[in-house]
């Protein structure tokens, strides 16, 4: 499967959705930082699964109507950084959807993610990663799960890493850097954590408008195991 996870920069790259669609075809597509009260239902293949509605800038989800069927979508509330609290830019920084797969007939959970500004220390953006993958382990604590977005992590991954894969999920860097806004904080921001799944690729794309850069995940369902293996 094919996701991309673009952060739109307060909405500003929202032009360039149809083309963005249009040529790499994604099965999946994730933004952040989106008015969410402009945003079309249909983008190409791809129907609006749901948005976040409390955010002054929010969360969207977009799906293949044709091979996923949309199941349920909840928004969660996560940790609040200071920035939250006093400049209130983000209440909901998840959103899940809960999915059938038909090519597959395989279940599968899609989280769209925004961490806490860089003015927030890591430790709280690890809280949140941690407290994401709980809130989307409630659509089914077994299920497949992608969680792609805006981690704002720009240093000290290894210990990231080390912190997510202590849940069992795995973190996937970008081929290239998907920040360019500071010179000291470029880097790979955008990139995904996953569970079930193989991430074959993460590609970074070119960049418009927004200051983050798209990233196209791909991505397979990981081997089940057999019975036998599953009784050892």
Do not use: W
């Not at 994730?30 to 945003?39: A, F, K």
């Not at 704002?152 to 890493?161: A, G, R």
């Not at 880097?187 to 927004?210: M, N």
């Amino acid at each position: 499967m094919r996701v991309i996870s673009y952060n739109l920069r307060k909405h500003a790259a929202r032009g360039e959705l149809e083309q963005l669609v249009d040529t790499h075809t994604p099965n999946l597509l994730c933004l952040q930082e989106v008015d969410t009260d402009d945003l079309p239902h249909e983008l190409g293949a791809l129907t609006l699964a749901d948005a976040t509605k409390l955010n002054r800038l929010g969360l969207a989800i977009y799906y293949n109507h044709d091979r996923f069927e949309a199941l349920s979508t909840k928004a969660f509330a996560l940790k609040r950084s200071l920035h939250d609290i006093i400049a209130k830019p983000a209440l909901e920084r998840l959103l899940g959807t809960h999915l059938i797969d038909r090519e597959h007939e395989r279940e599968l959970v899609i989280g769209c993610f925004h961490a806490a500004p860089l003015t927030a220390l890591n430790s709280l953006r690890r809280t949140q990663i941690r407290a994401a993958h709980e809130a989307l382990d409630s659509f089914g604590s077994t299920l497949p799960t992608l969680m792609v977005g805006d981690f704002n992590y720009p240093v000290f991954k290894d210990h990231l890493s080390t912190s997510v894969q202590e849940t069992g999920h795995e973190v996937s860097l970008s081929d290239a850097r998907t920040y360019t806004r500071y010179k000291f904080f470029r880097g790979h921001f955008d990139f995904a954590t996953s569970i079930g799944l193989t991430i074959t690729k993460v590609t970074t794309l070119p960049q418009g408008q927004s200051d983050h850069l798209p990233i196209l995940v791909t991505a397979k369902y990981a081997k089940a195991l057999e019975p036998a293996e599953t009784s050892l």
